[in-house]
């Protein structure tokens, strides 16, 4: 079918709009607005057929008229983004099911090859309208803020993209978590047991970290994702743990972060400390959180018994370099899967005594368990300490001392 054929078979359909019959064939030429586009078709028809032209000013029946309140949309975006701070934006739609199925079914019957969907025309439209009113810019990639349209209701949902920043923390204080744990008994509803605070433990490094931030950027939540973990009880202390802070729903984003680190580390009392690196984006959370870096720990070892400092570094020494078979230790078969792990000591000495206990440290692959390398887990985890000493022996105490990162400078 001819394109002028084309045309009045779609004119045929009822009163259109020149955006929706431009639209029809939006991907044909280029350099024209739908609009320019379907106004210039009927003047070709008028010319072809030696009839008179018509301005459009019924109501179109694939989009009732939409394009005619783009300014008003473009208005409730500016409303409902007013006290936002952002420099980046995108619009969206919610095309209602009528006007999908109005312009379907012309692509379908007429055999269309190159439309322009309605939701293309009007995010482009709205959001050329919104930046000409505010000076904001439309980025189809990263946007700090999308603005939803929703025709049917006459309404403008806004989503708020997070922020992220790069870091490394410090944990000073045993028995914190790193990230908030919900009560066990309620599960965050609230209970006696938790004094109806809903928290197992009432902070968390997450928390410490993430309070200042949030009230810095305005924000609904601060989420802490981090280059592997910490047990409770153990201190992340030496190059510190890098992390991400992903802080959810911001009113304010530019945000000085050499203050902010300031703020935090006052705040945090010297339970936890931050050193803020650089700004991040989502796409560095998997990475982070995927990140298979050595860790190197310090840790102090009780041994049941009399063993002198040599006979005990001797045993130690012979673990340097070894592989070790470590089945899920019982301690966390609750919440990882039941199989045998083979991770590699990498070094491991002997580093003198502290408190009548010894000091080792200890430098292992990722996702090597230290507390079951030295107790041996009744048996999962061999060789053990404990295997070759021929006695019981535990960590009474763990450090974290080094965890490599992702690339630390801008």
Not at 26 to 44: C, F
Not at 342 to 358: C, H, M, N, S
Request: proline share 3%; charged share 30%; net charge negative.
């Amino acid at each position: 079918m001819e394109m002028n054929e084309q045309v009045k078979a779609i004119l045929a359909y009822g009163e259109t709009c020149d955006h929706c019959l431009g639209r029809f064939f939006g991907k044909r030429s280029h350099g024209l607005s739908n609009d320019e586009r379907g106004k210039g078709l009927k003047v070709a028809i008028a010319l072809f057929e030696n009839q008179p032209y018509k301005k459009f000013d019924g109501t179109c029946w694939v989009c009732g008229n939409f394009f005619d309140d783009v300014p008003l949309w473009a208005e409730r975006v500016i409303e409902a983004t007013k006290d936002l701070e952002y420099s980046t934006f995108l619009v969206g739609c919610r095309v209602p099911p009528l006007i999908a199925e109005n312009e379907e079914m012309v692509w379908s019957d007429l055999s269309l090859a190159e439309p322009e969907p309605f939701k293309s025309e009007v995010n482009r439209e709205v959001g050329k309208a919104v930046s000409a009113r505010i000076g904001k810019v439309v980025d189809f990639k990263k946007p700090e803020v999308v603005a939803i349209l929703d025709p049917a209701t006459g309404t403008v949902e806004i989503q708020v993209n997070s922020v992220f920043f790069y870091g490394r923390y410090q944990k000073f204080e045993r028995g914190i978590p790193q990230t908030h744990w919900d009560c066990r008994v309620c599960r965050g509803a609230g209970c006696e047991i938790c004094n109806f605070t809903g928290a197992q433990y009432l902070d968390s490094v997450e928390e410490l970290i993430g309070r200042p931030v949030i009230e810095a950027f305005s924000a609904e939540n601060a989420v802490l994702h981090g280059a592997g973990r910490e047990d409770i009880d153990a201190r992340m202390v030496g190059t510190g743990r890098p992390f991400i802070l992903e802080v959810v729903s911001p009113k304010k984003r530019s945000i000085d972060l050499a203050e902010l680190e300031k703020t935090i580390n006052s705040t945090a009392d010297g339970r936890v400390s931050v050193a803020i690196r650089r700004w991040a984006d989502r796409a560095e959370v998997e990475t982070l959180k995927s990140n298979k870096a050595h860790k190197k720990y310090r840790i102090l070892v009780e041994v049941d018994g009399e063993l002198s400092a040599d006979e005990f570094a001797k045993a130690v020494k012979t673990l340097s370099g070894v592989t070790i078979h470590q089945r899920t230790p019982e301690r966390v078969a609750h919440r990882r899967a039941d199989k045998v792990r083979e991770r590699t000591v990498l070094d491991i000495e002997y580093a003198g005594q502290q408190d009548g206990k010894f000091v080792v440290e200890v430098l292992g692959e990722a996702g090597l368990y230290i507390k079951e390398l030295v107790s041996g887990d009744s048996g999962r985890t061999r060789p053990s300490l404990t295997e070759i000493l021929k006695r019981t022996a535990h960590v009474t105490s763990l450090d974290v001392t080094q965890v490599e990162g992702a690339k630390e400078g801008e």
